[in-house]
């Protein structure tokens, strides 16, 4: 499994990476390696700034629907559209071309206590 070195990670298998004060946030390649083959993703909080651990999407797969986790608290700016018609993305290329939000971190303290890559490795055993 692909796990950066340059990115958070939670226990849901969502990943996170630091902008500044803004992070872009994905589902990690064990994650969509998981799910299967991606179908269809559905975020309707752009605009809302929601906590941490809050539900801000879906993302649907051949198998299953699961909702998609805030790492950390903030406000959703942005939506990735090209996954609005090539959700597959996601299974090709999770951590460059496969974010699903943009966000602006409302308490960068929150960012510290996210896994770090090797933590991560241990959880899903890589």
């Given at each position: 499994?692909?796990?950066?070195?340059?990115?958070?990670?939670?226990?849901?298998?969502?990943?996170?990476?630091?902008?500044?004060?803004?992070?872009?946030?994905?589902?990690?390649?064990?994650a969509?390696?998981?799910?299967?083959?991606?179908?269809?993703i559905?975020?309707?909080?752009?605009?809302?700034?929601?906590?941490?651990?809050?539900?801000?999407?879906?993302?649907?797969?051949?198998?299953?629907v699961?909702?998609?986790?805030?790492?950390?608290?903030?406000?959703?700016?942005?939506?990735?559209?090209?996954?609005?018609?090539?959700?597959?993305?996601?299974?090709?290329?999770?951590?460059?071309?496969?974010?699903?939000?943009?966000?602006?971190?409302?308490?960068?303290?929150?960012?510290?206590?996210?896994?770090?890559?090797?933590?991560?490795?241990?959880?899903?055993?890589?």
């Amino acid at each position: 499994m692909n796990v950066p070195d340059n990115l958070k990670y939670t226990k849901d298998h969502e990943w996170l990476k630091i902008d500044g004060e803004y992070a872009f946030i994905g589902i990690t390649d064990y994650a969509q390696h998981e799910l299967g083959d991606i179908v269809f993703i559905e975020v309707e909080t752009v605009g809302e700034t929601l906590a941490k651990e809050e539900a801000f999407g879906t993302i649907e797969a051949v198998k299953t629907v699961s909702d998609m986790f805030m790492p950390v608290g903030g406000e959703v700016l942005e939506y990735n559209e090209e996954l609005s018609s090539k959700p597959e993305i996601i299974n090709n290329d999770p951590y460059d071309q496969g974010w699903v939000v943009r966000i602006k971190v409302s308490d960068p303290a929150e960012v510290d206590e996210l896994l770090t890559p090797g933590q991560y490795k241990e959880l899903i055993q890589a």
